[in-house]
C-alpha cells in the first residue's frame, strides 16, 4: 500500500479531527498531494491540495478557513486538520498523489495513486 489515510472516526457538529495519511512512494517531494471525499451517492470531490514545498495550499471553498492540508517531505505524511466540522462533511475521505506536475491539479484524474480512504462521520 503506498498511501495510508487513517484518523476516521464519529464526532458531533463543531468538533475537529485530524487525518493523517503516510505515503510510501519514492520521490514523495515530487508529488503534489491532495485530499478527497466520497459521501454515499454523490460523486468523489476534490478537497485541497499542498503543492511539492508544503508551502502552498488550496482548497474546495466549503472548507476554506476550516480545512488545513499540510506535509512533511522528511516523513512522507500529509495531515488534513479538519475544525468546526458539519453534518455535511461526512464522507469517505482519500488521500491521493499527483505526478502530473500540475500546480492546480482538483480533478480525481490528474491523481495517479490513492489511499483506501477513511470514513468521518459528523452528528448534528
Known amino acids: 500500500v503506498q498511501l495510508q489515510a487513517s484518523g476516521g472516526g464519529m464526532v458531533q457538529a463543531g468538533a475537529s479531527l485530524r487525518l493523517p495519511c503516510a505515503v510510501s512512494?519514492?520521490?514523495?517531494?515530487?508529488?503534489?498531494m491532495g485530499w478527497f471525499r466520497q459521501a454515499p451517492g454523490k460523486d468523489r470531490e476534490f478537497v485541497g491540495a499542498v503543492r511539492w514545498t508544503g508551502l502552498s495550499t488550496y482548497y474546495e471553498d466549503s472548507v476554506k478557513g476550516r480545512f488545513t492540508i499540510s506535509r512533511d517531505n522528511a516523513k512522507k505524511t500529509v495531515d488534513l486538520q479538519m475544525n468546526s466540522l458539519r453534518p455535511e462533511d461526512t464522507a469517505v475521505y482519500f488521500c491521493?498523489?499527483?505526478?502530473?506536475?500540475?500546480?492546480?491539479?482538483?480533478?480525481?484524474?490528474?491523481?495517479?495513486?490513492w489511499g483506501q480512504g477513511t470514513l468521518v462521520t459528523v452528528s448534528s
Open positions: 491521493a498523489a499527483s505526478g502530473r506536475n500540475d500546480p492546480n491539479a482538483r480533478s480525481p484524474s490528474d491523481f495517479d495513486a
Open positions: 512512494l519514492s520521490n514523495f517531494g515530487r508529488y503534489l
